[in-house]
């Protein structure tokens, strides 16, 4: 089998009324790859990440996942067949615990609700112990199994993204973006993340990081894609990018 892109982004433009977010990018993942995706505020990189989670209509392009067409899918299609985001701000269940925040994750990801796995039946209660097993298992991996119990609102910054990343991973996403996923972290848990978001690469999953911070960039991702006015100015490793005209002119302009 020809190992093609698992994720093909064709000429893809977004459009907010007479604002052109994203101008014509084109851009492959191949698994196994962290992409970071810099550039400097307004570049269109979140909106980027809209056109291929789905949340936001590509004015034109394509998005294709495995070779699959994807980009009408809406976003919930998306998580089914692969892909999985984080948001910018972060969106963990505050009223539910951080077992619960797994669980509801790994329900979905059966196709089924919370509620209708609690209703009872032989069928149901057995979803519910797959997803009861998967969402610790996740919990050990994560080392994080001691704070099960604890609810959303009670997280830090960091232990909320960290939340937000192992909740997309319930769902065993072929792509990963992540929207700023060191904000508001404190720096012993940025290095963990990081550590994180190498294993999540290695275990098979090709993921996009949108980040400011350069020296996460450079420690985590294998490449990186620069944008700047909606559009992608180089695409290259870290220590190329950052010697290139293109890109020092998108930050320092
Ligand atoms: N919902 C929206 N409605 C109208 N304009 C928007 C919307 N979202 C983004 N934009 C505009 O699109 C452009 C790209 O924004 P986007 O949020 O994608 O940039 P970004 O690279 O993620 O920036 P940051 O680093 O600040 O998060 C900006 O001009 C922004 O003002
Ligand atoms: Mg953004």
């Not at 400097?40 to 034109?60: C, E, F, R, T």
């Not at 089924?112 to 796995?117: E, F, V």
């Not at 990081?194 to 294998?222: T, W």
């Amino acid at each position: 089998m020809s190992p093609g892109p698992v994720l093909d982004v064709r000429n893809v433009s977004v459009r907010f009324g007479g604002v052109a977010a994203v101008r014509d990018v084109s851009l492959q993942l191949r698994d196994r790859e962290v992409v970071g995706l810099i550039g400097p505020n307004g570049a269109g990189k979140s909106s980027l990440l809209g056109a291929l989670g789905g949340q936001i209509a590509v004015a034109s392009g394509q998005v294709l996942l495995g070779g699959q067409d994807i980009t009408a899918a809406p976003p919930y299609r998306r998580a089914r067949l692969g892909v999985a985001r984080t948001f910018q701000h972060t969106s963990t269940f505050d009223g539910l615990t951080v077992y619960e925040n797994l669980l509801v994750s790994a329900l979905g990801a059966q196709g089924s609700g919370l509620r209708g796995s609690l209703a009872g039946g032989r069928a149901r209660r057995q979803r519910l112990a797959v997803a009861a097993e998967a969402t610790w298992s996740r919990l050990r991996e994560f080392e994080l199994a001691d704070m099960a119990d604890r609810y959303g609102a009670e997280l830090s910054g960091g232990q909320r993204r960290l939340v937000e990343i192992m909740r997309c991973l319930m769902r065993s996403p072929r792509v990963l973006l992540l929207d700023e996923p060191m904000v508001g972290v404190a720096p012993h848990l940025v290095q963990r993340i990081q550590a994180d978001c190498a294993r999540i690469r290695d275990s098979g999953v090709a993921v996009i990081i949108v980040e400011h911070a350069l020296e996460v960039v450079e420690a985590v991702c294998d490449r990186v894609v620069v944008m700047a006015s909606g559009q992608v100015v180089a695409q290259a490793s870290y220590a190329e990018a950052m010697s290139s005209g293109a890109v020092r002119e998108a930050y320092f302009a």
